[in-house]
């Protein structure tokens, strides 16, 4: 088991090797110069020279790649030349918003899509069946800037009854912070909870038709036993890897959804750090957004032995 | 007169399907007594583990539709409500399956799925249920059972695994237990062992069986009386010696032509039934059978036969089965039932 989870740690070394030198290459080589940005359309160009030489802009590519990875290496992800800190420390004070609204969306996500999807499966090919799927079809097909802005017109500039946008810290009380997270958060779930309640159908349909469910039948089960002990738990995989790849996506996708509702999260702050051109934080912010998502899928792949004994790897 | 414990009379199981409606079992007729081994044999498709499932009612209800009676101790089992299935499922009518890799929940241990059986119909703790657990797969004969109870179904082979199919089926003592071809995925040498363990347990408990199989010699084996299907009909009931002495169905017939003999000339080529299966979509509308009879004639494929009391411990389902009974005179079937 920890010999397992060394190596998947060790394989991701070239996964990241290979987002770091994308990321890089993406960022150097679009047009625009943190220079003049910084400094302004005002500045001289002699000014704009100094502060390239400074930031070390004039290096060649490589040299300018190595010597931030060697930097990322230590745990030196570079310096924000425009808030001036750390880029680590802006990427850890952006990261509560977006961890409580990814946690928050992916909860409701899961609450709903998993019953929706039993249900579904349970009653395929009648009038709830179709209601459900083509219910999940809408939520899959309408993007999440369309929904959030049609949720703040019904429910906060109509009812009155949620904020309009903004975000609240956990610390200024847990349902302060709640009632700013819940319109994003169904813009942001509702098609992770389409996508799931669809894996959720589709997955107990295959496992109602095994063999095994006839045998609980047979035994005399309730069917609510069946369908919930029984047939659930076999279904989980593939519900599992969906849950754990739209987590990922919410970590790393929730860039609209925050600039909609004004959160200042990470996908704020990548957004923000294009426009300024602030390289180290796209970079860094990016880097360890793509370790983030391998180490949930990680997590996830361990869940696996949990649900299911035959996948288990710590055999005796 | 012994009790009947199971009465199953005339019984139809329709199938709403998108292409229409389909009928797999249209007319079986039979009884079970505590103690006694009812075979039901047929190819396959002709509707025997339908029957099987239909007794305990574990087809889709949505898309299934019954006729006729299942009597189970006089109770008609296709009136009673779903919790009166639900209690007469694994506690009185018990049913195990043709392939243990798949008929066991692969995420619980054995253990939590005989205890669950147990659990749910025997006012027992959990402590209690787990020691009858034991106990039933010991009988089942599987070595050391207080540590085979925490292994998954993955851990064991397939003889191992419908020896815990067995021990959970039984583990409630039914009065009747349908086995649907519970050794067709076993290898040979643990075909036997698993229908010895079978005829033991039955005798032990005094259960009725009724034995699922596409197998002659299983039912030369196992069973007291026999019934013979054909596309969805019982088309012959009788006891085993009588059936396979002097069979009186020219299906039957075939069917018993077709098992190799292990002595006589190897040369000789294997009897083969001409003809195919017809599919549900198109059965005939007389004999089910005329098609591939050699002694059809027309009014065999214009009326279907009942099925007859032809003498006193045999029915059938043939309008000539006087004269091939007459003309079958020399019966090799005999020493096919011997050498099983």
Redesign the interface.
Known sequence: MKGYILKRLLSLIPVLFVVAVVVFLIIHITPGDPASVMLGPEASPREVAELREELGLNLPLYQQFTSWLAGVVQGDFGWSIFMNEPVLQSFFSHLGPTLSLAIFAQLLAVMLAIPFGVIAAKRRGTIIDQTFMGGSLIGISVPSFLLGLLLILLFAVQLRWLPVAGYKPLNAGFFLHIRYLILPAIALGAMQAALIARMTRSSMLDILN???I?????????EKIIIYK?AL??AFIPILTVIGQTFGTLVAGAAVVETVFNIPGIGQLIVNSVERRDFAVIQGTILLVAISYVLINLVVDLLYGV????VRLNRK | METKLLEVKNLKTHFNTERGRVTAVDGVFFTVHAGETVGVVGESGCGKSVTA?SI?R?LDEKSTEYEGEILYKGKNLLTSTINE???????DI??I?Q?PM???????TVGNQIV??IM??QNVNKKEAYEKAIEMLRLTGIPSPEKRIHE?P?ELSGGMRQRV?IA?ALSCQPKLLIADEPTTALDVTTQSQILDLINELKVKFNMGTVMITHDLGVVAEVCTKVVVMYLGQVIEESDVRSLFSSPYHPYTDGLLKSIPQLTGDRSKKLHVIEGKVPTLHQVPKGCRFAPRCAFANEKCHDEMPELVQADTSRKVRCWHYKEIFQAGEESPYVSAADSY
């Open positions: 095994a063999n095994y006839k045998t609980a039948r047979s035994k005399g089960l309730r029984h738990r076999n649900i299911d004994p035959r | 499932e305990l574990l299935m639900q209690a007469v499922r694994g506690n018990s049913m399956f392939d798949s008929s066991l929940n692969p995420v619980y669950e059986s749910l119909h998954y993955h199919m959970m």
